[in-house]
């Protein structure tokens, strides 16, 4: 039975592979087919805007973030159309920059998924468990901060540490 599941799956996939006309084969390979199946059908993802502050240059920086806000299906369908793409990224290169996500986007289903962006590096670090995987998304770079700083206006900043602890 899960077999069968699975397999019609794969197909839905392919068909809407083939439909919006985009490749996703390295990025399937680099993250795994699990995780690539929760990115393509997850029913809910939210976003979240992550403040970072750095108490002092000997201790990792500190992250608090906001209330989750839930992506329409409009936001989701670009979303995806933005992260499920090889030709938005760049496999062969890691660039030499501190990761700092501003965001995360949480992909729920029977397991969670979360994406974390960190703007400046124009990386992604893709989290399943304790296991991750980091891209670089320079090709998409300008669609993709546009889309995030659209998503940004609707959802509140969070306040970094020092603004909480000054309350």
Known sequence: MKHAIFTSLL???SVMQTACGTKTERLENKVG???YAI???SPQITMTQIMSSVVSTHQAPILSEATPSKLTEQQVKELRHLILNDEHYVF???KR???V???AYHFSTHQNVAIYVSLPCEKIKIVNGNVSVFIDYDPMSKRFKLFNQSLIK???QPQSQQEKTND
């Open 11 to 13: 197909v839905a996939l």
């Open 101 to 103: 996500p501003q965001l």
């Open 39 to 41: 990115l393509t059908s």
């Open 97 to 99: 920059c501190v990761f």
């Open 92 to 94: 062969d290169m890691t």
């Open 154 to 156: 609707n959802n509140p």
């Open 33 to 35: 087919k699990p995780v």
